[in-house]
C-alpha cells in the first residue's frame, strides 16, 4: 500500500483547484492578457485544424478520454469539491507534464493560452472545457501542451509494443554457442603472467612477473582467482578440475563449435602453472598473494605493488584436501590431453599420483597449516578430495589400486544438497556412476554452475547404458536462467546479451587499460574508479557473476562483491555445459 493522506485539500488554500494558485494565475492574465486569436473551430487557428482535427475529435469521443478526465478529477463530473485524489492528481499532473513539455513532441501553435499569454476557457479545446474540476492553471498548462496531450494515447501504444518486443528478446532463443565462446575469452581475461602472442583479450597486459621469487621458485602464470589479483591454490584447483571434466565429457560439441582449441589452451594455461606450484612430490604452492592487503588496494594487475608472499603446504605443514583437488586436477587434465598431447598427459598424470599419496600420508586441513589461506576459501575436511583424487585417478588409469581405496573407504558422502569447490562428493558419485556403468547465499551461481555440469555430465552417463535421469519439468532451466531467462530480464555473463552487469567487481576491468593509460594508477588511487557510478571502461567477456537473491534482486554494484564478483569457479563448469547445449 502506498502512503496515506490525513488532510484533505480545500479550494480556498493549498494547491488546489482556488486559493491562491487561482488567484496568482487571475492576475497575471490580467497584466499580459494579449487579444483573442480568432479562429475556425474551438480557439484553434485555421492552419492547427486539418493536421489534429479528426485525431481531436476521435480523441473526445473516446473511452479513454472519459477515464482520463474521471480520473483526474476523481469522481463522477457533477459533485461538487474537490477530492484529495484530484488534489494529488493536479500536482503530480503539472510536474509530469512540465518535465513532458522538455523532452517531447510539440509546443503550442502560437496564440492558444499559457499561464503568461491569459487567454481564458474560450480558448480551451472543447474536451477540456468539459473538465469541471481542474484548477484553471492545470488547463492554461495542458492547452499549452495539447498536442502531446493529443499523442498520448499512440504513446502508450508505442511503449506497450516497446514492452512486447522485449519480452521476447528476453525469452528468444539464448545463443548457446556465444555464451561458449565468451566463457572462454573469460579465462584469457583471468591470465596472469607473460600473455601469449594470440591472446584475444587486448585490454590485458602482462603482470605478476616475479611471482615466487620470494621463495626462490617461478611461479608466474596461471589465473587470478576473481576480481582480485591473488591466486588461490583451492578453488584453482577446482577450476582446472570442472574445466577439464567438461572438455573430457563434451570434447565432440566443443569441436564442433570451434572452441575445442580455445578450451584447451584455457586447461594447459592452468596445468603450467600447477606442475610449476608442485616443486617436489611433498611441496605444493598453494597461493601468490596476500588476500587483506590485495583487497586494501584497487590495482590494475599489471600494476601490482602489493606483496606477492608464496605460501606452500608441505609433510611438516599438511594440506590433504588442496593437495588432494590439485591430484584431481592433474588426473582429469591427463585424460583431456590424453590423444593430442599423449607426453603432456603423462607429466600431468605423474603429478596427480604424487600428490594423492602426499595427501594421503600428511593428513590435515590447509587452513590450519596455513591460516591466512584459510581466511578466503576455508576447507570444511578432506575426505571428499580424497575420493575425488582416487575416482580422477582410477577414471585416468584404471589401476586397481584406487578403485580398492574408493571401495574401502568407508562414506560415499550420502544424500548431498550441492556441488562446489568445497564439497565434491556429488562428483564423486557421478564418476563412480560412470566408471562402474560404462567401464550459499554467496555467490549462489557458483553451485548452480557446478550442479548444472554434474547434471548434463551424468545424465549422459546413464543414457550410454539405456538409464534415465528423471527431473521435475520446468520451464526455465539454471542456465537459461543466468544468460537472461528471469524476472529482470538481465544476463548474469559479463558481455552476453544486451543487459548485463556492467559494474562488476573487477580490478582490472575497472580501471583504464593499461594499454590505453600506461600511467601507474597507485595502491588507493584506483579507489576513485571503484567509486564511480559509471560502467567498467573494459568488459570482461564471460564472467559468471555471484547472482541474485533469493527474491530476484540483483545491485550491479563493485562495493557488492557478494552478488557482483565472477571468479573462475563459476565459469569453468560452464563451459562443458554450454557445449553440450549449443548443438
Not at 497575471?28 to 473551430?41: D, V
Not at 476521435?58 to 482520463?68: L, M, N, P
Not at 493529443?150 to 545463443?175: G, K
Amino acid at each position: 500500500m502506498g502512503p496515506s493522506c490525513h488532510s484533505r485539500g480545500s479550494s480556498r488554500n493549498g494547491l488546489g483547484a482556488g486559493g491562491g494558485e487561482r488567484s496568482r494565475w487571475h492576475a497575471n492574465r490580467a497584466k499580459t492578457a494579449r487579444p483573442k486569436i480568432q479562429s475556425g473551430k474551438r480557439g484553434v487557428p485555421p492552419r492547427e485544424r486539418g493536421r489534429r482535427g479528426v485525431a481531436a475529435e476521435v480523441w473526445e469521443r473516446s473511452a479513454t478520454a472519459g477515464f482520463v478526465r474521471r480520473a483526474a478529477v476523481g469522481r463522477r463530473p457533477g459533485l461538487a469539491g474537490l477530492s484529495r485524489l484530484q488534489w494529488l492528481t493536479g500536482a503530480a499532473g503539472r510536474l509530469a507534464l512540465a518535465l513532458a513539455g522538455g523532452l517531447v513532441l510539440q509546443p503550442a501553435p502560437e496564440g492558444l493560452a499559457t499561464p503568461e499569454g491569459g487567454a481564458g476557457p474560450e480558448a480551451w479545446p472543447a474536451w477540456m472545457r468539459r473538465w469541471p474540476r481542474v484548477d484553471h492553471y492545470s488547463k492554461a498548462l495542458l492547452t499549452h501542451y495539447h498536442y502531446i496531450i493529443m499523442a498520448l494515447p499512440r504513446f502508450f501504444f508505442l511503449l506497450l509494443w516497446l514492452e512486447f518486443f522485449l519480452f521476447i528478446q528476453s525469452h528468444a532463443a539464448i545463443d548457446y554457442a556465444q555464451a561458449l565462446t565468451k566463457s572462454l575469452l573469460f579465462f584469457e581475461g583471468q591470465r596472469s603472467g607473460k600473455l601469449p602472442a594470440n591472446q584475444r583479450v587486448k585490454w590485458r597486459g602482462d603482470s605478476a612477473l616475479k611471482d615466487g621469487s620470494d621463495a626462490g621458485v617461478d611461479l608466474t602464470g596461471g589465473y587470478y582467482d576473481a576480481g582480485d589479483n591473488v591466486k588461490f591454490g583451492f578453488p584453482y584447483a577446482f577450476t582446472i578440475t570442472t574445466l577439464a571434466w567438461g572438455i573430457i565429457e563434451f570434447e565432440k560439441q566443443l569441436a564442433t563449435k570451434n572452441e575445442l582449441g580455445h578450451a584447451m589452451e584455457a586447461l594447459k594455461w592452468g596445468t603450467d602453472y600447477l606442475i610449476k606450484a608442485h616443486t617436489s612430490p611433498n611441496v605444493l604452492y598453494i597461493e601468490v598473494g596476500d588476500g587483506d592487503s590485495d583487497h586494501d588496494c584497487w590495482m590494475r594487475p599489471e600494476d601490482m605493488t602489493t606483496p606477492r608472499t608464496s605460501y606452500k603446504v608441505d609433510a611438516s605443514h599438511p594440506g590433504s584436501d588442496v593437495a588432494g583437488e590439485t591430484s584431481a586436477a592433474f588426473a582429469a587434465a591427463s585424460i583431456a590431453f590424453r590423444r593430442s598431447n599423449p607426453q603432456y598427459a603423462d607429466v600431468l598424470l605423474t603429478h596427480a599420483k604424487q600428490l594423492f599419496h602426499f595427501a594421503n600420508d600428511h593428513r590435515g586441513v590447509y587452513q590450519q597449516s596455513i591460516p591466512v589461506a584459510g581466511k578466503f576459501y576455508s576447507s570444511s575436511g578432506f575426505d571428499d578430495e580424497f575420493q575425488w583424487a582416487a575416482v580422477w585417478l582410477f577414471h585416468a588409469t584404471y589401476d586397481k589400486t584406487y578403485s580398492d581405496y574408493l571401495a574401502n573407504f568407508g562414506s560415499t558422502g550420502g544424500v548431498r544438497s550441492l556441488f562446489s569447490w568445497d564439497d565434491k562428493w556429488v562428483g564423486v558419485q557421478s564418476i563412480v556412476t560412470k566408471v562402474c556403468y560404462g567401464g550459499k547465499p554467496w555467490n549462489n551461481f557458483q553451485y548452480t554452475t557446478a550442479a548444472m555440469l554434474v547434471i548434463a555430465a551424468h545424465s549422459d552417463h546413464l543414457a550410454s547404458v539405456q538409464t534415465n535421469l528423471m527431473c521435475d519439468s520446468t520451464t526455465v532451466t539454471p542456465v537459461d536462467y543466468i544468460l537472461g531467462a528471469n524476472p529482470k530480464g538481465m544476463s548474469y555473463m559479463v558481455g552476453f546479451g544486451s543487459k548485463y552487469p556492467v559494474k562488476f567487481h573487477h580490478r582490472g576491468a575497472s580501471l583504464p587499460s593499461i594499454k590505453t593509460n600506461p600511467r601507474l594508477i597507485a595502491c588507493k588511487d584506483g579507489f576513485n574508479y571503484f567509486r564511480s557510478d559509471r560502467p567498467n571502461p573494459n568488459v570482461l567477456d564471460g564472467a559468471v557473476v555471484g547472482g541474485p537473491d533469493a527474491n530476484d534482486q540483483f545491485d550491479d554494484n563493485r562495493s557488492n562483491y557478494q552478488q557482483s564478483e565472477g571468479p573462475t569457479v563459476n565459469t569453468a563448469p560452464l563451459v562443458g555445459l554450454l557445449a553440450r547445449l549449443a548443438v
